[in-house]
């Protein structure tokens, strides 16, 4: 996968996770299906913190998860979330615009998994995302409100 194709992919998906967003009833942030999991806020939290671990990995040449922001005040607002997920994606297009084919090729040091490239560990957060947005969509099923269909 090259660049240009990844930031299709990823404007494409990031776009999915923004129209469910604007789908959530401001009552319905701190809805969680059980007591013991997080609230539909926490699981777009996520997401952002997520993004943020990928991008200081590709700066830091390692990734880690270790070290993830948690800015627990954007689970509770629809406007920081998406405010949130709009800088990251600033901020990635940014890193991502300065970067050659090769550069993309980079390996990362990665313990769990082993090194991965600079594209394939984006790929894995664009998959982190799909995932949890069939995650989000159980919640919003649960929780009573109509959003869109991501699949």
């Known amino acids: ?47 952002a913190d997520v993004q943020d671990c990928y991008l200081k990995s590709i700066k830091a040449g390692k990734v880690s998860f270790d070290n993830k922001r948690k800015n627990y005040e954007i689970e509770k607002s629809k406007k920081r979330l998406l405010d949130d997920m709009n800088q990251r994606d600033v901020e990635l297009s940014n890193v991502l615009s300065k970067m050659s084919g090769k550069q993309l090729q980079k390996k990362l040091l990665w313990a769990e998994v082993g090194n ?15 995932y949890h947005q069939g995650i989000l969509q159980l919640y919003a099923d649960l929780a009573g409100f109509k959003t869109l269909r991501f699949f």
């Not at 999915?16 to 959530?24: A, E, Q, W, Y």
């Not at 991965?116 to 799909?130: D, F, N, P, R, V």
């Open 1 to 47: 996968m090259d660049k240009k194709q990844f930031l299709e992919d990823w404007k494409y998906v990031r776009g999915n996770t923004i129209k469910f967003i604007h789908s959530v009833p401001d009552n319905k942030l701190s809805f969680s299906p059980h007591k013991n999991w997080g609230t539909i806020g926490k699981q777009l939290r996520h997401l």
């Open 116 to 130: 991965s490239s600079i594209i394939i560990a984006l790929t894995y957060m664009k998959e982190h995302e799909i």
